[in-house]
């Protein structure tokens, strides 16, 4: 596991990418407070939209389809390898009531949006899969990232050793107090809970969603120096990230956008995109 992180700047707009994972052949961006990718606010459509183009020149592509996700804190995973499913919008297609994202096309550009959870990547470079989630503490907990990986073996022959994986900026251990009945759900959930959850001298708990997260993975396949993280704290970093933790009810949202299309690559056939596997 490695901490690895860059930040660039398009128009006055700052992203964030791991370098290693677009070394691999996955295109991505974090985006930071410059961008609010917080989905059901006012002229959500407008907004998203216009911020989507912003991203997309950032990444130097123009995707054929655009999958986001109504996500509800689960461990559901959709398969997205058809343009025209779930929730129609101006933008793209919306899974709902799901909380990962699966595809082996090409050109489509997959999307998870966070404020303190934390956003996994995770890419195939030989099978060509992708899989791009939202991992909270209940999703963590229902190990959703190890679901993602399952759905990738099983769809379409992912040898997990194969994997890279990035994780983006999340609320780090230090800031992230959690009460005594998250505390047992953990102790359940993972046998190495004391690497997970911490307790200081006062008596306050604080849970490491990455460590958590890095267990699962590798539990699934996934080789430990395969994994880069983002060690930017979403709390801590206020001049760079949106926090609910921090900011309330009137947060912003950061997001993960994910591509398998690579930097000034163009769609030259519409029928291969169609076709290609």
């Not at 054929?64 to 461990?75: A, I, K, L, T, V």
Request: hydrophobic share 35%.
């Amino acid at each position: 596991m490695t901490e690895s992180h860059e930040i660039f700047t398009v128009d006055n707009i700052r992203y964030i990418r791991i370098p290693e994972l677009l070394q691999a052949g996955l295109n991505h961006v974090f985006t930071t407070v410059d961008i609010d990718m917080r989905p059901e606010t006012p002229k959500f459509n407008q907004r998203f939209a216009e911020n989507l183009e912003k991203i997309y020149q950032a990444m130097e592509i123009e995707p054929s389809q655009f999958y986001f996700m109504e996500q509800e804190h689960s461990d559901w995973v959709s398969i997205v390898d058809e343009k025209e499913l779930g929730r129609k919008y101006p933008f793209g297609h919306r899974a709902m009531g799901i909380d990962a994202l699966v595809t082996s096309k090409r050109y489509f550009a997959l999307c998870s949006t966070v404020a303190d959870c934390a956003p996994v990547l995770l890419f195939d470079p030989v099978q060509k899969v992708q899989a791009n989630i939202h991992s909270g503490w209940k999703g963590t907990l229902a190990k959703i990232s190890s679901k993602a990986v399952k759905n990738m073996v099983m769809c379409y022959q992912t040898d997990p050793a194969d994997i890279i994986a990035g994780i983006g900026p999340h609320i780090e251990r230090e800031n992230y107090e959690i009460q005594d009945d998250v505390i047992e759900l953990f102790y359940g959930g993972f046998a190495n809970y004391e690497e997970i959850i911490f307790k200081d001298e006062n008596g306050k708990s604080t849970l490491d969603l990455r460590k958590a997260i890095v267990s699962s993975l590798v539990k699934s396949g996934v080789q430990k120096e395969n994994i880069y993280y983002v060690g930017l704290s979403t709390f801590a970093e206020n001049e760079l990230l949106h926090s609910y933790r921090r900011d309330g009810e009137n947060y912003g949202a950061n997001s993960a956008v994910s591509s398998m299309m690579l930097p000034g690559e163009i769609i030259e056939d519409p029928e291969e995109d169609e076709s290609e596997t």
